[in-house]
């Protein structure tokens, strides 16, 4: 009777068994579609002992097995990294591009081509009312457009900088999620619960947050993420988390510093990677080196058209005075403009070389166009600014062919992801029919236990 005992507790076992490797085969089923799902798959265990004279044996599911790379998932979070950081550029840069578009007849190449020509027509009728006239307008007109391009980049610059307190909290918000679940992870281990769709929200957040910005991290024996920036500071540890801040620049009150929370330290220079880094590389280095170039375009020019022009004479045979000025006590491209004093008398533009009005100082002036007065005396204004807008092009051109390369990279691991971790209908449906046979064959025991049962039942009575 002790024998037959143990073959309906085996067949039970078995049974359990079989039912729970159905189960994990039927979420593998509903979850084909899951974005970030990661298969499972029961893994059987014998129990029991086998002494001699007393074999007793039966099978467990010891685990539920995630089937995924760890490799491969730490190589999508570094891609994830590299595509935050371009994405957030890229939308930015085409703006940029738009701003300095000079396909049309309205763009500042047009418009600086323009006012040395209307040097030029002074220079032919000097004492003409017209042509000071309409030298002074297109000569506002080009001043304008250097400020508003210049202020549409600085608006670029403030947006950017806007953006980045929101991504901040973003980063707070996951590392948080993640901290959470390292705790839920771990509790559901040592309660012996299967963990797969805990680890799957988990990984997820991993590459929200590598989108956002770079790190590094290490999993634990007991399944815990550990999550730490560049020089080892933790982000998460545990059921711990870590926050970062931001904190107005004391050197520039329009710009953010990225702040490690916990002591107030400026990690800036920690944040390479991911949608974070996009924006402080864009709104430091690049605006602020477009900036710096279209600066020196703007104060070049004036400085040029200045000095000639205070070689020569006005209409009342005085000596020339500048004729751009800065608005405020800052030069450059955001406050150039006319002086006030010639947009209010075209008289005083100083197109004489001498007090005959011969319009040579006209002429001296038109002929800057093309001195070599800018780029350390190797190019001159128009050369300079066409050399000007093809960088942003290319710089437009380069981060669209890495972006588009970083994009199949990361396609390619996503691919070779679902190879490893995806759902196989096939295999499921394979697996089912396995599983199921085992579960008959585990039944078809218990019936025949039953029968050896009643048999020796009928045999004492």
């Known amino acids: 009777m002790g024998d037959i005992t143990k073959i309906l507790n085996c067949s039970k076992e078995a049974l359990l068994s079989h039912l729970s490797a159905i189960n994990v085969t039927g979420s593998n089923i509903a979850n084909v579609d899951t974005p970030g799902y990661t298969r499972l798959r029961p893994m059987f265990s014998s129990t029991g002992t086998r002494a001699t004279g007393d074999i007793q044996i039966g099978v467990e599911i010891e685990s539920i097995q995630r089937i995924y790379d760890k490799f491969l998932d730490s190589q999508i979070v570094k891609q994830e990294q590299i595509g935050g950081f371009t994405d957030a550029q890229y939308s930015y840069l085409q703006q940029i591009e738009t701003i300095f578009n000079e396909s049309s007849e309205t763009g500042l190449n047009d418009a600086m081509n323009k006012f040395w020509s209307a040097w030029g027509d002074l220079s032919l009728n000097p004492s003409g009312q017209a042509e000071r006239e309409a030298l002074v307008a297109v000569s506002e007109s080009m001043a304008l457009m250097f400020r508003q391009k210049s202020e549409q980049l600085t608006e670029l610059q403030d947006d950017i900088n806007s953006a980045i307190p929101g991504t901040v909290d973003e980063i707070n918000s996951i590392t948080s999620k993640i901290a959470a679940y390292n705790h839920d992870i771990m509790n559901s281990l040592t309660g012996g619960a299967g963990t797969g769709d805990l680890e799957d929200k ?158 040579e100082n006209a002429t001296e002036i038109g002929a800057l166009k093309d001195d070599l007065l800018m780029d350390g005396n190797l190019s001159s204004f128009n050369t300079f600014y066409s050399s000007f807008i093809g960088r942003i092009g290319q710089d437009v051109n380069s981060l669209s062919s890495t972006n588009d390369r970083q994009s199949a990279i990361l396609m390619q691991l996503q691919e070779q992801r679902e190879t490893i971790s995806g759902v196989s209908l096939d295999e499921e449906m394979m697996n089912l029919m396995k599983f199921q046979m085992g579960y008959n064959a585990a039944a078809r025991l218990a019936t025949t236990a039953e029968e050896l049962m009643d048999t020796l039942i009928n045999m004492a009575s």
């Open 202 to 359: 988990r990984a997820n957040l991993m590459n929200d947050l590598a989108a956002l910005t770079d790190f590094f991290y290490v999993e634990d024996s007991e399944g815990s993420f550990s999550v730490f920036l560049a020089d080892g500071r933790p982000l998460v540890e545990g059921d711990n988390s870590w926050q970062l801040g931001t904190q107005i620049d004391p050197a520039d009150s329009r710009s953010y510093d990225i702040i490690y929370a916990e002591d107030g330290t400026n990690i800036d220079r920690l944040i390479t990677g991911g949608k974070l880094a996009g924006y402080l590389e864009m709104r430091d280095v690049k605006i602020e080196g477009y900036l710096a170039d279209f600066n020196s375009l703007a104060v070049g020019l004036a400085n040029a058209v200045n000095t000639q022009h205070r070689l020569g004479y006005d209409t009342y045979g005085n000596a020339g005075a500048d004729f751009f000025e800065f608005s405020g006590s800052v030069q450059d491209a955001a406050h150039l403009q006319v002086s006030s004093a010639i947009s209010g008398n075209s008289g005083l533009i100083a197109a004489s070389g001498s007090i005959n009005a011969d319009g």
